[in-house]
């Protein structure tokens, strides 16, 4: 309303203006309180998911070269079937990008023979 309240009733409408405009205030500050809020929850969420995926890229990397050094599995063989489970989502990139629906683990038993290498 602004210049109406003060034009009509002087420093009541200013004074009514003024706790308009706080209230305004208030709320914006309680918005962005919220908003800082969810950006550190996500922010944690990230530092957690790269300490998790370290591990697991730790966790890989041992458990292929004590494999590979065990002579359990053979280095060109064990490329061999990683590019064919890359393969499992249609794109052979280096990643497995299945959606939600095609999330399974698939276990292989050792004396099943689904996969040739």
């Known amino acids: 309303m602004g210049w109406m309240r003060t034009l009509l009733l002087g420093d009541i409408g200013n004074r009514m203006d003024i706790a308009d405009a706080e209230r305004s205030i208030d709320s914006l500050r309680s918005q962005q309180h919220s908003a800082r809020s969810e950006i550190v929850a996500k922010e944690r969420e990230i530092k ?11 966790a890989t990397q041992a458990l292929t070269r004590f494999l590979v050094m065990k002579g359990l ?13 890359d ?8 990643q497995l990008s299945l959606d939600d ?7 292989v038993r050792p004396d099943a023979h689904t996969w040739e290498i």
């Open 101 to 107: 629906s095609q999330v399974r683990l698939k276990l």
């Open 48 to 58: 957690r998911l790269e300490k998790e995926v370290g591990q697991l890229k730790l």
């Open 73 to 85: 599995v053979h280095e060109g063989e064990l490329n061999s079937f990683i590019e064919k489970v």
């Open 87 to 94: 393969a499992e989502d249609g794109v052979v990139d280096g």
